[in-house]
């Protein structure tokens, strides 16, 4: 019997949100709206949409002893997710700076503050934590170490899922774990070595040819070694690939306000359907109802929608 639904290891940021008419080029300023702080951080998207969904949920992260640190553990708390594992210390808590545009779409710039100390020694430490959990998600706004950590600290038994941003190339150990890989079109690009990627990490082959059609990306992805693949495609709904096939997922029409965090709804959502027996079609569509009534509340954490409300949809 498993104690959590899905254990969240990731990044833990706060959200420094400006709206904008649109971005800035190189050299140039632009006016912006009043500053919004709010909680954010991928793996602390994940925990808090995860546990409104009724997931029973633990995050281990690492923040500062600061006030951006004290906002994130409220947040945590207030979702009901289990914050046994958040680490206090070491640096400032991450900070996202992200601008808005009036279309929703958005711009991110990370420093990593506490997540980048966030070590294998730290991920080994909670073991427990690892053989209580169903599910595991991870993301890559911690130190890749700590990711492949992670990989090895896996209970028999438990599922894996990654979500690869900000992308780079993944180790085979790293790939052959992933069940699902999440990517969007710019992260599938990076891991297949597309023109995009800056180097290679250890053990994995860069240079694939990556097609046109997205099918032609989860294929590739596909024989990298995941044992699943999801590739998102925005409004176009999302794609799954398996041993089983590939199949088309498609999207719920809305009109988007904000894509923070959207992303991160989606992957939670799919990671406690997927622990909770579903396929991965039906994991896809469920989450990708979740992502939608995000998309249309501003925030990250604020927008994450109960199964309620998504079931109201």
Same mark, same amino acid.
């Given at each position: 019997?498993?104690?959590?639904?899905?254990?969240?290891?990731?990044?833990?940021?706060?959200?420094?949100? %400006?709206?904008?008419?649109? @971005?800035?080029?190189?050299?140039?300023?632009?006016?912006? /709206?009043?500053?919004? +702080?709010?909680?954010?951080?991928?793996?602390?998207? =994940?925990?808090?949409?995860?546990?409104?969904?009724?997931?029973?949920?633990?995050?281990?992260?690492?923040?500062?002893?600061?006030?951006?640190?004290?906002?994130?553990? &409220? /947040? =945590?708390?207030?979702?009901?997710?289990?914050?046994?594992?958040?680490?206090?210390?070491?640096?400032?808590?991450?900070?996202?700076? %992200?601008?808005?545009?009036?279309?929703? &779409?958005? /711009?991110?710039?990370?420093?990593?503050?506490?997540?980048? @100390?966030?070590?294998? $020694?730290?991920?080994?430490?909670?073991?427990?934590?690892?053989?209580? /959990?169903?599910?595991?998600?991870? =993301?890559?706004? %911690? #130190?890749?170490?700590?990711?492949?950590?992670?990989?090895?600290? *896996?209970?028999?038994?438990?599922?894996?899922?990654?979500?690869?941003? #900000?992308?780079?190339?993944?180790?085979?150990?790293? *790939?052959?774990?992933?069940?699902? *890989?999440?990517?969007?079109?710019?992260?599938?690009?990076?891991?297949?070595?597309?023109?995009?990627? !800056?180097?290679?990490? &250890?053990?994995?082959?860069?240079?694939?040819?990556?097609? &046109?059609?997205?099918?032609?990306?989860?294929?590739? *992805?596909?024989?990298?070694?995941?044992?699943? +693949?999801?590739?998102?495609?925005?409004?176009?709904?999302?794609?799954?690939?398996?041993?089983? !096939?590939?199949? @088309?997922?498609?999207? +719920?029409?809305?009109?988007?306000?904000?894509?923070?965090?959207?992303?991160?709804?989606?992957?939670?959502?799919?990671?406690?359907?997927?622990?909770?027996?579903?396929?991965?079609?039906?994991?896809?569509?469920?989450?990708?109802?979740?992502?939608?009534?995000?998309?249309?509340?501003?925030?990250? =954490?604020?927008?994450?929608?109960?199964?309620? $409300?998504?079931?109201?949809?």
């Amino acid at each position: 019997m498993y104690d959590y639904d899905l254990l969240v290891v990731g990044s833990a940021n706060a959200d420094l949100v %400006i709206g904008v008419e649109r @971005r800035p080029a190189a050299g140039e300023t632009v006016l912006g /709206s009043d500053l919004a +702080v709010h909680p954010g951080g991928k793996g602390a998207n =994940q925990a808090v949409a995860a546990a409104r969904l009724g997931a029973r949920t633990a995050l281990l992260a690492r923040i500062g002893a600061d006030a951006y640190g004290r906002l994130l553990l &409220d /947040s =945590q708390r207030a979702a009901g997710v289990d914050t046994v594992g958040v680490l206090v210390g070491g640096a400032p808590t991450g900070v996202a700076l %992200i601008t808005v545009d009036p279309s929703g &779409d958005n /711009s991110i710039v990370v420093s990593p503050g506490a997540n980048g @100390r966030l070590t294998p $020694e730290d991920v080994r430490a909670a073991a427990g934590l690892f053989h209580a /959990s169903r599910v595991v998600s991870a =993301q890559l706004e %911690i #130190p890749l170490e700590t990711v492949v950590e992670v990989v090895r600290s *896996l209970a028999p038994g438990s599922r894996f899922v990654l979500n690869p941003s #900000p992308p780079r190339l993944l180790p085979a150990e790293v *790939l052959a774990a992933c069940d699902p *890989l999440i990517v969007n079109e710019h992260e599938a690009k990076v891991i297949l070595g597309g023109a995009e990627a !800056g180097g290679a990490a &250890d053990g994995a082959a860069g240079g694939a040819a990556v097609g &046109d059609r997205p099918e032609d990306w989860a294929r590739v *992805l596909l024989a990298k070694g995941p044992k699943s +693949v999801v590739v998102t495609l925005g409004s176009q709904g999302a794609l799954v690939a398996s041993a089983e !096939g590939v199949e @088309r997922v498609a999207a +719920v029409k809305v009109e988007a306000v904000d894509t923070t965090g959207a992303g991160d709804s989606f992957t939670a959502a799919l990671a406690w359907k997927l622990g909770a027996g579903s396929s991965l079609p039906e994991a896809a569509a469920y989450a990708a109802r979740v992502g939608a009534v995000a998309v249309t509340r501003r925030g990250a =954490q604020e927008s994450f929608p109960t199964a309620a $409300e998504v079931e109201a949809r």
